[in-house]
């Protein structure tokens, strides 16, 4: 071992991170070699240093507080913290913004008087429980406002659907495809990872002017959802001031949402489904 | 989602690496404020996520989390960053005065040479700083390092020889006047 591969190991010999025979030849090195021995008694004091100055913190207990409350069990107060990073356009006070949480907590309760009165009870579930489109329908909209806050938008930024496609790979069981609509006026911006209908799904950020565009992508099979009919075309939807529109096509499906106008998803969504994927 | 069953397990696995957690975001952003923010925001990630997380090491995954989203926050609150960012704080290290934000009082400094320490390290470029806090308050091991930052393990081991050795400049012109 010469003195150049010797220095780059001197952090793995410290931290006992080495193999055994490297170990050796360290130790064999350090026994000629002044500069080494020096480097590795500096390195080994600021360990030291730092180690004796205890810098580490407990989390102050108001946060664990906050994190704590925040789980669920207690359904209200996570609800709560989720305010933090979202500002509701609609001022209902029966917000959506719990409702991932709170419907599965009614049918905990529904099947506990179940018991006592089953037929009346289980009807009311059935009615209390939304379709499951609907679900979905709030459940993509409530993840459209929480990637506008907290400037979550996109993990990976850029215009390159080079750049973009290549981040997803080994994130996902899914290769997503990933086109780019600048010359239609909707530039690609970037991408981000996202959890929706129980699964991990790719998100691709597109603009149409100041508008975010969120596209929605994972495979169609194992949804378990039905809301995987063959939709041809797909109609335009509105849910609490944002458009939305979702589709089939080559075994995935696909959700848009933004705030921008109807005609101006549906002009995305055109020219989106007319484009050969990538 | 909300299964009563996957909040107990979140309960049980992530929850207890809260304090891992505050430590990594106090030392990425050197400011108690905002690393509040990041570990809450980060926790909610980490609920989301947490139905798809299979694998042994529940505070390596944590922590990995804590630090996409203080990249997230930090892209969107210092402007572009850009690996010009890191060659700025090393040419200032320095002179590197502590962060405005930053609140001494709270981290209760009982001694001068630890509050030296403790200047040194905020004033240690962010790549640096990463990997050295991991190891030398968090204690991981060189894989975990390599899982938390998403670099290899020799990329952890370079980091770390060239971080000691900027915290060594650093920290010796007060050792010759002591």
């Known amino acids: 071992m010469n003195h150049e591969q010797a220095l780059e190991l001197l952090p793995g010999y410290l931290d006992e991170e080495l193999s055994l025979s490297e170990a050796l030849e360290i130790q064999r090195h350090l026994d000629s070699c002044e500069e080494c021995a020096q480097v590795l008694a500096q390195h080994r004091d600021v360990s030291a240093q730092l180690r004796a100055a205890q810098l580490r913190m407990d989390a102050p207990p108001e946060l664990v507080k906050r994190i704590e409350a925040a789980l669920p069990g207690r359904s209200a107060p996570w609800a709560r913290v989720g305010e933090r990073f979202k500002r509701w356009g609609s001022s209902n006070s029966r917000s959506s913004s719990s409702r991932w949480l709170t419907w599965p907590t009614w049918a905990t309760a529904g099947v506990m008087v179940a018991s006592v009165a089953a037929l009346s009870v289980s009807m009311s579930l059935y009615l209390a429980v939304p379709s499951s489109e609907d679900r979905l329908t709030q459940e993509v909209v409530d993840d459209h406002i929480r990637s506008l806050q907290f400037n979550h938008l996109s993990d990976v930024i850029s215009t390159d659907k080079h750049t973009v496609k290549p981040w997803f790979n080994g994130k996902l069981d899914f290769a997503p495809p990933v086109i780019d609509l600048v010359q239609q006026g909707y530039p690609l911006i970037g991408g981000r990872l996202d959890y929706v209908d129980g699964r991990t799904v790719a998100v691709m950020v597109y603009r149409y002017k100041l508008h975010p565009i969120n596209l929605y992508v994972w495979p169609s099979n194992g949804s378990g959802i039905g809301i995987d009919r063959q939709l041809r075309e797909p109609a335009i939807h509105e849910r609490q001031g944002y458009h939305l529109a979702h589709w089939s096509a080559g075994g995935m499906t696909y959700w848009a949402i933004t705030d921008a106008g109807e005609g101006e998803l549906r002009g995305f969504v055109t020219d989106l489904r007319a484009q050969p994927s990538s | ?178």
């Open chain 2, 1 to 178: 989602m909300a299964d009563p069953i996957v909040a107990q397990r979140f309960k049980a696995l992530v929850l207890p690496h809260l304090s891992s957690a505050f430590n990594l975001a106090r030392w990425l952003t050197r400011n108690d404020h905002d690393a509040q923010d990041v570990v809450q925001e980060a926790y909610l990630r980490a609920y989301k996520f947490f139905p798809g997380f299979r694998g042994e090491d529940p505070r390596s995954w944590l922590l990995a989390i804590v630090r996409n989203t203080f990249y997230t926050w930090y892209q969107q609150n210092r402007g572009q960053a850009s690996a010009t960012v890191f060659d700025e704080e090393i040419h200032s290290a320095e002179t590197a005065a502590p962060h405005p934000h930053d609140n001494p009082e709270a981290m209760l400094i009982r001694s001068e040479s630890q509050k030296r320490v403790h200047q040194a390290l905020q004033a240690l470029p962010l790549e640096f700083r990463e990997v050295v806090m991991l190891r030398e308050l968090e204690e991981l091991s060189y894989k975990q390092i390599a899982a938390v930052v998403g670099i290899p393990m020799g990329t952890v081991m370079s980091r770390l020889g060239r971080g000691r050795q900027l915290l060594a400049k650093l920290l010796a012109p007060m050792d010759q006047e002591a």
